[in-house]
């Protein structure tokens, strides 16, 4: 199976910073539309961040101003820079294609304290 895979997830106080990182299954180059999704505890996964051919950027407006999605080529990485954490960010994040055309991988969690 191909499988994206996340890491860089955690425990974070309210208003602090992580970055997320994704190993997708071919280069980055090939993909047209990325996402960086999220599935918080008892909700459907959603996306929060999408990137279009590594120009235009669309975020859901709960994480409008505070993530930001981005590409590290050098490494074929898509990355996710998640600032002023809120409680509300809380959750298993995923990146695939969008839409998603990869089988989901693990995830990696985010867990923001109050």
């Known amino acids: 199976q191909r499988q994206p895979v996340e890491s860089g997830g955690g425990l974070v106080e309210t208003g602090g910073s992580l970055t997320l990182s994704c190993v997708m299954p071919e280069n980055l180059r090939r993909i047209t539309v990325m996402g960086w999704y999220r599935q918080a505890p008892g909700q459907q996964r959603e996306l929060v961040a999408r990137l279009l051919s590594d120009i235009s950027t669309h975020y859901s407006d709960s994480v409008k101003g505070r993530f930001t999605i981005s590409v590290d080529n050098g490494n074929n990485m898509l990355l996710l820079q998640l600032n002023i954490l809120k409680a509300d960010d809380t959750g298993i994040y995923y990146c695939?294609?969008?839409?998603?055309?990869?089988?989901w991988g693990q995830g990696t969690q985010v867990t923001v304290s109050n």
């Open positions: 695939n294609t969008q839409p998603a055309m990869y089988t």
